[in-house]
């Protein structure tokens, strides 16, 4: 109560501009996501890996737009291409050599995409490779997890969602092979794909483990289901992804977030043989329309920030200091004896008040919410800002100085509150 009372009173700005906004938006928002009571931050701008809100507070950025925010805030290259985008036109009505130039790029890089489709989100992406793998299997079903989240409506978090879009659905659980044989086997024929991401990610980033993973995918294989793979949050993982990695090879895939350079964004591709139904000329030709599809904007940012900012090195460079981050966090939460456990995979965590480890969805419910709440007002008063429910991730502008200054600061909370645990 003492950190929000002292959070209320360092941003009158935040809560003014919190209570116009409610005139128009439920709550003052259209990101649910990023509500939090008793109102939330309004930032005015960004530079590099910093923020200032509107009470003019300086905050190092650790929420990255949930992972999209990959470049930083503005990076110059991808500035410079949105210029020139600007100038040769917005709205072209035509193909474009950017949508060509993008798709070219995020072929050669994920080897799980023979050909892809654009769309814009993650969301669209993720409906798109449903009803394609309905129409091609001509079954039904989706499998999908608690705890998972593929879009808005898509939703399998907690109790969160307005209700899914109309698929019949069954629920596996996630990093529970038997259990989810259990419910499907009976529906084998019937099952038109599985949908998993290969780190829960809004359900709390828990790492996929990998022979759980690999016997869905062999699953499908058998009975003649698609494996969906979600890899909206991870493709940042590694040069190509976390596929390889994980030894993953899905029938289709979804990608989104970074792809787009900090513009909108979704992917969704894979098997030629499936992606070739959507060339208007097929027999049994299947329409995808949208119309900022391709976008010129999009594209162009996109490509610069694939070929020019976030480079295969690039990816394996901030993979390997997330792993070390993380590491680093559970040290210090272990060292202070405190009930606090980071999960995740490279760039990507999330803060559990809870300790570890953490295999399945239904264990983050069990957080203490009041510690969670209190670490990050303390956070905030810190200067550091990240997702309220426990989400940081990394971008490129991040220095080992923000690292440390985020390490000491966590330290310094959980050695200051020790006497609560
Ligand atoms: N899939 C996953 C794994 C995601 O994390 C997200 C977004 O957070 C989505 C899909 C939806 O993407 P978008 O917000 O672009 O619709």
Request: aromatic share 8%; net charge negative.
């Amino acid at each position: 109560a003492e950190a929000e009372a002292d959070y209320v009173r360092a941003n009158p700005e935040s809560e003014a501009q919190f209570r116009k906004a409610e005139h128009s938006l439920p709550a003052g928002n259209t990101r649910s996501s990023l509500f939090y009571g008793p109102f939330p931050l309004t930032m005015a701008r960004g530079e590099e890996a910093s923020l200032w809100d509107l009470d003019g507070h300086k905050y190092l950025n650790f929420l990255s737009e949930f992972t999209s925010g990959i470049f930083g805030h503005s990076h110059p290259h991808i500035v410079a291409e949105m210029r020139a985008a600007i100038g040769d036109g917005l709205n072209l009505s035509s193909h474009t050599t950017g949508e060509a130039n993008l798709a070219a790029a995020i072929c050669d890089r994920f080897e799980c995409f023979d050909k892809v489709r654009l769309t814009n989100s993650g969301t669209e992406a993720n409906i798109m490779a449903m009803v394609t793998a309905r129409v091609v299997t001509g079954r039904d079903k989706i499998v999908v997890f608690k705890g998972g989240y593929h879009g808005g409506p898509l939703t399998f978090v907690g109790g969160a969602s307005v209700g899914n879009v109309p698929f019949d659905f069954l629920y596996g659980r996630y990093n529970d092979l038997e259990a989810t044989l259990t419910t499907i086997n009976p529906h084998a024929e019937d099952i038109a794909a599985i949908v998993i991401e290969p780190v829960l990610g809004a359900g709390g980033c828990i790492p996929g483990d990998r022979a759980f993973l690999t016997g869905l995918q062999q699953w499908c294989h058998t009975k003649g289901a698609l494996l969906i793979v979600d890899e909206v949050q991870t493709a940042r993982h590694h040069a190509g992804g976390l596929q390889p990695v994980l030894g993953l090879k899905a029938d289709l895939t979804t990608m989104g977030k970074f792809i787009g350079g900090c513009m909108p964004i979704g992917v969704f591709g894979g098997r030629a043989d499936i992606m070739m139904r959507f060339d208007p000329r097929h027999p049994n030709t299947l329409a995808h329309a949208g119309t900022f599809n391709n976008n010129v904007m999009t594209m162009r940012a996109g490509l610069a920030g694939l070929t020019q900012v976030y480079t295969p090195d690039e990816a394996e460079r901030l993979t390997a200091l997330g792993d070390d981050f993380r590491n680093r966090l559970n040290t210090i939460a272990e060292v202070c004896g405190a009930p606090v456990h980071v999960t995740g995979v490279g760039s990507i965590m999330n803060i559990h008040t809870q300790s570890g480890p953490i295999t399945f969805a239904e264990q983050v419910a069990q957080e203490n919410k009041e510690l969670k709440d209190l670490l990050f007002f303390e956070f905030l008063a810190h200067g550091i800002y990240y997702a309220k429910r426990g989400l940081v991730a990394l971008n490129v502008c991040h220095t080992q100085v923000d690292l440390d200054r985020f390490a000491d600061t966590f330290k310094r909370i959980l050695t200051k509150h020790a006497p609560l645990w």
